[in-house]
């Protein structure tokens, strides 16, 4: 069995003039989740849908579990389970209905395990597609994604309009579907979501890869925003010195920093005081790849100086 689940090289896609992606070299392992990291319009879609031959690349080449994406795809796509970005279903079917559809067009499926998925999902199946709501379509689409037990999943997405309670699930089964064996490929515009979820993960910006790397060693790097709220008034020199903290303010009772890789240090040094909240708001994609690019590295494979 072939060791690369995904290989690009020099892979480019123009819309006439539009640049879709560029130059795109990755390489997936067997058995890896990878996530594919990028704001809008970055190149995600493109990418994923050359991979599935359902667009032709400019220039440059995708093999897919060892096979070339323009001249073996219905080879490809049998063994592998896809949920488009741009998700459209039978309306008029109900869930099962249309799963049973397309069970029948791959020869079968394991209905206790659609089942099973459905449950964990929370994806009631006896309803008509038209009647569902946008995060309980994207189930079903998740559903049929897994149902045939692909080696290979590739997702484009896949969270989008799901709620955090099933993200969290989407995320466990990743995980699980992960360790029996199979391989992703899933795009996102979140970066905890792919912390959580990814082994490694591919940034991609303007349509060119601009970094790889395991995610553990982009979370050491990763930039943190930390709001911590105190019972009372706090010093501020008790904090400044910590090591990887920056912009610290500290009005009054509450403590507002940046942070780049452990928050051990900080936290200990908060917990002399009373504390009455910690916040960990979200920092922007931009401003991570800004600071990525600052801090100069890109990692095995990849490059942000490349
Ligand atoms: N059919 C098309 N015709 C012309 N330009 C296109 C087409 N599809 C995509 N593009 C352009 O290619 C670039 C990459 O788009 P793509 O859809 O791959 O981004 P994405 O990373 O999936 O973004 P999003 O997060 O919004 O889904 C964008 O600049 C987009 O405008
Ligand atoms: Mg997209």
């Known amino acids: 069995m072939e060791k690369v689940a995904i290989l690009t090289r020099g892979l480019t896609k123009y819309y006439g003039r539009n640049r879709g992606v560029e130059d795109l070299?990755?390489?997936?392992?067997?058995?890896?989740?990878?996530?594919?990291?990028?704001?809008?319009?970055?190149?995600?879609?493109?990418?994923?849908?050359?991979?599935?031959?359902?667009?032709?690349?400019?220039?440059?080449?995708?093999?897919?579990?060892?096979?070339?994406?323009?001249?073996?795809?219905?080879?490809?796509?049998?063994?592998?389970?896809?949920?488009?970005?741009?998700?459209?279903?039978?309306?008029?079917?109900?869930?099962?209905?249309?799963?049973?559809?397309?069970?029948?067009?791959?020869?079968?499926?394991?209905?206790?395990?659609?089942?099973?998925?459905?449950?964990?999902?929370?994806?009631?199946?006896?309803?008509?597609?038209?009647?569902?709501?946008?995060?309980?379509?994207?189930?079903?689409?998740?559903?049929?994604?897994?149902?045939?037990?692909?080696?290979?999943?590739?997702?484009?997405?896949?969270t989008n309009g799901l709620d955090p309670l099933m993200q969290h699930e989407f995320h466990r089964l990743v995980r699980e579907t992960s360790e029996a064996g199979a391989t992703f490929f899933i795009s996102s515009h979140n970066l905890p979501e792919v912390e959580r979820m990814c082994d490694r993960v591919g940034i991609i910006r303007e349509g060119r890869l601009v970094a790889v790397d395991e995610v553990e060693a982009l979370k050491r790097k990763a930039l943190r925003r930390l709001e911590i709220h105190f019972a009372s008034p706090v010093p501020p020199g008790d904090f400044a010195a910590i090591p990887g903290v920056k912009d610290l303010r500290v009005e009054?009772?509450?403590?507002?920093?940046?942070?780049?890789?452990?928050?051990?240090?900080?936290?200990?040094?908060?917990?002399?005081?009373?504390?009455?909240?910690?916040?960990?708001?979200?920092?922007?994609?931009?401003e991570i790849f800004m600071h990525y690019y600052r801090e100069g590295s890109g990692g095995e494979g990849g490059g942000a100086d490349a």
């Open 25 to 158: 070299d990755l390489r997936v392992e067997r058995g890896e989740v990878f996530g594919f990291l990028g704001p809008n319009g970055a190149g995600k879609t493109t990418t994923i849908r050359l991979l599935l031959d359902l667009i032709r690349p400019t220039r440059g080449k995708a093999e897919v579990l060892g096979m070339d994406a323009r001249v073996r795809g219905v080879e490809i796509r049998k063994r592998l389970g896809y949920l488009p970005g741009d998700l459209a279903l039978y309306d008029n079917l109900t869930g099962e209905e249309l799963l049973r559809y397309l069970a029948g067009l791959r020869g079968g499926a394991d209905w206790g395990y659609v089942r099973y998925l459905a449950e964990r999902l929370q994806c009631d199946l006896t309803l008509r597609i038209k009647s569902l709501s946008r995060g309980n379509k994207q189930k079903i689409g998740i559903v049929q994604a897994f149902m045939h037990r692909p080696e290979l999943l590739i997702m484009d997405e896949p």
């Open 252 to 286: 009054d009772r509450t403590l507002t920093c940046s942070l780049t890789g452990s928050v051990d240090a900080l936290i200990k040094a908060a917990a002399r005081f009373e504390v009455l909240n910690v916040v960990s708001p979200e920092v922007g994609l931009e």
